[in-house]
């Protein structure tokens, strides 16, 4: 079955049947990933005998070093590997690195890590573009498909980040795992996941049409390159011999700070270059797709707290007042399940607005995801009027934050990935994914050093201190929040004037 892009692009109904097949893919690889995510601090600590604060700023370096090589895979997909080999190449490594750290997590810890990071790279950025292919230019139930995606992202999230590290820690199945193997068994999960992924994706292929195929293959959007075999072997030689250089860099968290401050400027003088080889029309698009990404850096910079500031506070200050429930276990996957749970009906109100030609377009939808952002820390600090005199306050109240944070997040980060797929061009849709990643990668960055920050609650303080310090810090990033999308929606026509036929 040879399918044509028109057939695929011609789908009835709300959703190309394709997008289940990268659904399922991306899903497992979020397993194996978040798994892994989920592990990291708790294994540096509990087994390698880190201080806590070690641990913290070598989970920060792994994140940031993790989103940074999306724009590595991205680029080489584009230009050598297209994104079904670069996809690939990405899952075997992630084998790869799980197989090492489930042999032997003690030893291997960092080189293990090391080829999750780079298979990550490979994977994560070119699946994501491979469903934007799936739709003509113009369709409006592009974003609808990202929205669903981003489901199967979360439920992979929210399955691996449980599954992975409650083995690891020998709270589940104890009965069947030896204590000193949990470990082991818990990364080796995360690799027979990565193989699942692969499978699928292999049976996934034959419907894929000409999507992903490699430049220079007869049936591909770019006959007429020539790839050489060669250039190829190149690639996969060169991931594996960068990976001692990974190791260290990974290793000394003060490396993540230089790796920063030159990676983000190196990629945008690229950008720049390549935008010299494109039409006027194609470089203003591609501007407006650096509008969207630079406000991205914004959004997870204040987002991701959840994973530092927000995880002490939830430890410190929340009670149990919602169904009894653990406050750090809401805060760690509550946004997942509310994602499950708005994923399809969003998805559905936007391909309806769609239908009527009122959907909201990206950059009013981006604003709209800041302002409910902001929405949601101004819900935060407003926790500080429920607390008793310990500072204890309400979970549920917490709760309705994190739901209107997550309608935010539905607001930005599945649109974003949809529009990157609309602004860029042919030849660099993997570059511009991978550079939208690549802005996550600095959002974690910035999120660690605000978080840093606002942990400056002096020594010997009361925990009702901790509460109105760091309450008074979430007012501070809601107002930021509103700010941003208040400023995205008074430039919004100059940006649609830049994105021109793209909505
Ligand atoms: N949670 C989403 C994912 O894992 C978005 C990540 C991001 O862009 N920061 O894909």
Redesign the pocket.
């Known amino acids: 079955m040879n399918l044509t892009l028109d057939e695929i692009r011609d789908f009835k109904g709300k959703y190309p049947t394709q997008i289940w097949n990268l659904f399922f893919s991306?899903m497992w690889e979020?397993f194996c990933?978040?798994g892994m995510r989920g592990m990291l601090v708790v294994f540096m600590i509990s087994q390698l005998g880190f201080g806590e604060e070690k641990a913290n700023l070598q989970y920060g370096a792994t994140q940031a070093f993790v989103?940074a090589f999306t724009f590595v895979g991205g680029l080489f997909a584009d230009k050598i590997l297209g994104f079904r080999k670069s996809l690939f190449w990405g899952g075997l490594l992630m084998i790869a690195g799980s197989i090492i750290l489930s042999l032997n997590p003690h030893d291997y810890f960092f080189f293990g890590i090391s080829f999750t990071i780079i298979g990550t790279g490979f994977f994560?950025p070119n699946i994501?573009t491979m469903v934007g292919k799936l739709y003509r230019s113009g369709d409006t139930r592009t974003d609808a498909g990202f929205t669903l995606f981003?489901a199967g992202?979360?439920l992979g999230?929210l399955l691996g980040g449980y599954f992975c590290v409650a083995i690891g820690q020998g709270d589940v199945f104890s009965d069947y795992i030896p204590h000193d193997k949990t470990w082991n068994i818990a990364f080796s999960l995360a690799a027979v996941v990565m193989v699942i992924s692969l499978i699928n994706f292999v049976f996934t292929q034959k419907k894929l049409g000409p999507i992903g195929l490699q430049p220079g293959h007869p049936l591909s959007d770019q006959p007429e390159r020539k790839i050489k075999k060669w250039q190829e072997i190149a690639v996969y030689i060169g991931t594996l011999a960068i990976i001692p250089l990974i190791m260290t860099m990974v290793s000394v968290p003060q490396y993540t700070n230089y790796f920063m401050y030159i990676v983000g400027p190196l990629t945008l003088l690229y950008l720049l270059y390549e935008m010299t080889k494109v039409t006027p029309a194609e470089r203003n698009k591609l501007i407006a797709a650096l509008v969207f990404i630079i406000f991205?850096i914004i959004f997870?910079g204040i987002?991701?707290q959840s994973g530092g500031s927000l995880s002490i506070f939830a430890a410190k200050n929340l009670n149990r007042d919602l169904f009894n429930l653990n406050p750090n276990g809401v805060n760690n996957s509550g946004?997942?399940f509310f994602i499950l749970l708005l994923a399809v009906p969003l998805g559905l109100l936007w391909i309806w607005l769609g239908k009527r030609k009122i959907e909201p377009n990206t950059i009013i939808k981006f604003g709209l995801g800041f302002l409910f952002l902001g929405l949601g820390y101004y819900v935060i600090f407003a926790t500080r009027y429920f607390a008793n005199s310990l500072g204890i306050t309400s979970l549920s109240i917490f709760t309705i934050a994190l739901f209107i944070i997550t309608l935010g997040?539905m607001c930005l980060?599945p649109i974003?990935?949809s529009i990157m797929t609309k602004l860029s061009t042919n030849k660099l849709q993997g570059v511009m994914m991978g550079m939208?990643?690549l802005?996550?990668a600095y959002?974690?960055y910035v999120a660690g050093i605000i978080g840093a920050q606002m942990a400056t609650a002096k020594e010997g303080s009361s925990n009702y201190d901790a509460l109105i310090t760091y309450t008074e810090g979430y007012k501070q990033l809601g107002l930021y929040s509103v700010i941003a999308g208040v400023l995205l929606i008074i430039i919004s026509p100059y940006v649609r004037k830049l994105m021109q036929d793209v909505k």
């Open positions: 991306e979020r990933f978040y989103y994560k994501s981003y992202i979360n999230a991205s997870w987002y991701e946004g997942a997040e980060s974003g990935l939208w990643f802005a996550s959002g974690q």
